[in-house]
């Protein structure tokens, strides 16, 4: 997705740890027309998909999922990562191990929100190791929901999270795919 990718050039910073911080339109500040924008990109990117909710995950992955299910016209349900203060049993939960911080977390989804008759696609804002988007599959097995597809922001291709979703068999559709970051510069996949 080009004004993504030219987006990323101008006003992402590289941290060390092959992190890309990207505060000023997507992690900290949101751009709402760029956030439309991927909305309506994921809207072509699965058209033919049954689409009945969108999964993410809190914090950054609500604004490019709201914008995903305003174009679908279906619910977007968020995993919260703090645990319910009620009953467990109500919601499905699963560990994610986040490498960048080095620490185990659960996620939990109310069960009153996805269920067997459930076709969901998957939105995050970025995708790494792939730890986020295998709990949030998890979920939706937990649920008996069909998973339509994975839709992610920004792509580490040189991380192992897309590799691994596409050998199980998921749809994956990633509009800015960076390829590494040599010389201290971003590198999408395909340029010279
Ligand atoms: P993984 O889910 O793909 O395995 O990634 P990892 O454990 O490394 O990532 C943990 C968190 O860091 C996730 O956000 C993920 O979206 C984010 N992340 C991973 N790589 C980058 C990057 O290069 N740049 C930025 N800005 N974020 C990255 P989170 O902890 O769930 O936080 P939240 O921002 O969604 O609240
Ligand atoms: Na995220
Ligand atoms: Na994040």
């Not at 590289?14 to 000023?24: D, E, H, Y």
């Not at 299910?69 to 995993?79: E, N, T, Y």
Request: hydrophobic residues 40%.
């Amino acid at each position: 997705m080009e004004i993504l990718e030219k987006r990323i050039r101008q006003d992402g910073e590289l941290l060390p740890g092959n992190v890309l911080k990207v505060n000023s339109f997507l992690n900290h500040q949101i751009d709402p027309d760029l956030m439309f924008a991927i909305g309506q990109e994921f809207g072509k990117l699965f058209t033919g998909e049954k689409i009945t909710k969108i999964l993410t995950c809190e914090a950054s992955g609500i604004a490019p999922a709201l914008t995903t299910g305003l174009i679908f016209h279906v619910p977007v349900v968020f995993a919260r990562k703090s645990k319910p203060s009620t009953l467990n049993k109500e919601c499905y939960e699963t560990e994610v191990f986040s490498y960048t911080k080095q620490v185990t977390n659960k996620i939990n989804v109310d069960k009153k929100f996805l269920s067997k008759d459930d076709s969901v696609l998957i939105i995050d804002d970025f995708l790494a190791n792939g730890e986020a988007v295998k709990g949030l599959i998890n979920i939706a097995k937990k649920a008996n929901s069909k998973v339509a597809g994975v839709g992610i922001v920004i792509e580490k291709t040189f991380q192992g999270g897309s590799k691994w979703i596409v050998d199980n068999g998921y749809h994956l559709e990633s509009l800015a795919r960076i390829a590494n970051f040599d010389n201290n510069t971003v590198h999408f996949v395909g340029e010279e």
